[in-house]
């Protein structure tokens, strides 16, 4: 195009301009569920960890503390978790909420930043960290003998013991959880009904789709909520 003065100017037409968007909406379309994927495995990453961090905490104190009184005494996840503070092998809240758990992304509470402290007095419990939803389930009462590969002991909240799926209101919904051992490692699993995600009975060795079956009898599972089940 010629200006007034002679001056060609640059410009583009609109049928130029609609085919850019086109190829940028095309392109989106293209890289967002790649970033979306990206996010959620990065955030399954971090979720992993925090469990490991727990298990390994709890192994050490089931390691050093041959009487276990004060966690088999806990009746929810909250006086677990300040049992470990306390004692040392854990103090920080955020291994045990996940933002990939609807009840934490949903809540308007505060995030604590402390399990609880003593300020060279009794040990007191976090106010916050006593309200916020947690995110992981463990289980106390573990028998010295368990098997270290096959003994569950944290697992993502939302698991149906019975039916050995994750309910709709889970961590991830139906699509899964973690469970972490006691040996240490975490696994990813879809349900534990599949034969092989079946866990090992305590008793008899054989496969089992009840993760209770894995545990010794006066096992129990705490929420933040309570008690969930216990191995009898």
């Not at 190829?23 to 495995?41: E, K, Q, T, W």
């Not at 961090?53 to 088999?72: E, K, P, S």
Request: charged share 20%; hydrophobic share 40%.
């Amino acid at each position: 195009m010629i200006g007034p003065m002679g001056k060609e100017k640059c410009a583009f037409t609109l049928i130029e301009i609609l085919a850019v968007i086109a190829v940028i909406g095309i392109l989106a379309g293209l890289l967002f569920p790649s970033v979306g994927n990206m996010i959620d495995r990065a955030r399954k990453m971090e979720d992993a960890s925090n469990m490991r961090q727990i298990a390994i905490a709890y192994m050490n104190y089931l390691h050093d503390n041959y009487d276990r009184r004060d966690v088999a005494q806990c009746k929810n996840l909250y006086e677990f978790a300040n049992v470990l503070a306390r004692r040392g092998y854990l103090d920080s809240p955020e291994v045990y909420f996940s933002n990939s758990d609807p009840l934490v992304s949903s809540s308007r509470l505060k995030k604590p930043k402390l399990i609880g402290k003593a300020n060279g007095g009794p040990w007191r419990p976090s106010d916050d960290f006593l309200k916020f939803p947690l995110s992981v389930v463990v289980v106390t009462n573990i028998s010295a003998g368990a098997p270290a590969s096959t003994t569950p002991i944290i697992y993502s909240r939302g698991l149906d013991v019975n039916t050995g799926a994750w309910k709709k209101d889970g961590m991830y919904g139906e699509e899964g959880g973690f469970i972490a051992f006691l040996d240490g490692h975490v696994r990813f699993f879809n349900n534990v009904t599949d034969e092989e995600s079946q866990m090992l009975s305590f008793y008899t060795g054989d496969s089992t789709t009840r993760l209770p079956d894995a545990l010794n009898h006066g096992a129990k599972a705490l929420s933040s909520s309570g008690v969930e089940w216990e191995s009898k």
